[in-house]
């Protein structure tokens, strides 16, 4: 399994490259608003992705970002975006990602990212480590907030969240740590924890595509992952990936935010 996951998200990634040659305006949508953008290489990378999973494992369910659930009954179920980062993508900027995970009864069991522009490929089995280009990966050991580069994204912003938002956490936050990153991909992001680029990484309003893989990767790299309240229930109500030491201190600033994503 972790061999085909790993052979089709580098030829989805070669598909994305390809089209990314070729982007002309006429070819960039938006969805849900004006910000929210989705290009036909994001449609044709996702056809790919499911085209080569119905041929190989036909009977599992499919969740990708462009085309929805598919109608399934099986245990296991691959959850699919096609390109996380569509923003960099149109821009040509480099942190854009394909991320496949694949979920039995609800719980991430392998996973792979593949970021094109750096050829890397970022996998894991449940209970057998992440890798990086066949690197074994490992969260930092960082556990003072000075020492700490913490990342973090908007997609609250471009979904119209007004008051309650990312801005107020980022305000308590940037000024007691090294600094702040922010990729506009939230797989990569997760990645980033693993390797120990980032010692930690929360955003507020994502969906499951956008984590299905990361969460995987950045566990089995010794991380830790919950909601902004230190639960289970992410992304619905936010989440932070983190390299467990900081884990606790970073929770503290959200112990008054209220979930507003369903
Ligand atoms: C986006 C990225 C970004 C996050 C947004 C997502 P997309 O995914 O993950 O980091 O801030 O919330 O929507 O739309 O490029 O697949
Ligand atoms: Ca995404
Ligand atoms: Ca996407």
Redesign the pocket.
């Known amino acids: 399994m972790i061999e085909f996951m790993k052979s089709i998200a580098k030829q989805a990634g070669a598909i994305a490259l390809a089209g990314q040659l070729e982007l002309q305006k006429k070819r960039i949508h938006t ?1 849900g608003n004006a910000r ?3 290009t036909d290489t ?1 449609r044709a990378v996702e056809e790919f992705i499911c085209s080569r999973i119905r041929e190989e494992y036909p009977q599992y369910g499919i969740f990708g ?1 462009e085309t929805g659930k598919s109608d399934s009954s099986s245990e296991y179920c691959f959850i699919i ?9 149109v821009h040509n900027l480099p942190n ?1 990602c394909v991320s496949i995970g694949l979920h039995k009864n609800g719980e991430p069991i392998v996973a792979v990212v593949y970021q094109p522009s750096m050829n890397d490929l970022y996998y894991a089995e449940k209970g057998k480590g992440a890798y990086l280009n066949g690197t074994k990966l490992h969260v930092s050991a960082c556990d003072t907030l000075v020492e700490s580069i913490v990342g ?5 912003l ?2 119209g969240w007004k008051e309650e938002n990312n801005l107020k956490y980022v305000s308590r936050i940037a000024p007691l740590v090294c600094d702040l990153r ?8 997760a990645c980033l924890v693993a390797r120990g680029s980032l010692d930690a990484w929360w ?1 507020l ?3 499951p ?3 299905a893989a990361g969460v995987l990767i950045l566990t089995e790299a010794g991380g830790r992952i919950t909601d902004l309240h230190g639960g289970t229930e992410f992304p619905q109500k936010g989440i932070m990936g983190s390299n467990g030491a900081l884990h606790s201190t970073l929770l503290k600033f959200f112990e008054d935010h209220q979930d507003l994503h369903s």
Request: with cysteine.
């Open positions: 969805k929210d953008l989705v994001d970002e975006d096609p390109i996380d980062g569509t923003a960099s993508f854009w973090t994204g908007f997609f609250c471009r979904a922010k990729y506009g991909s939230a797989a990569l992001d955003e309003c994502l969906a595509y956008d984590i």
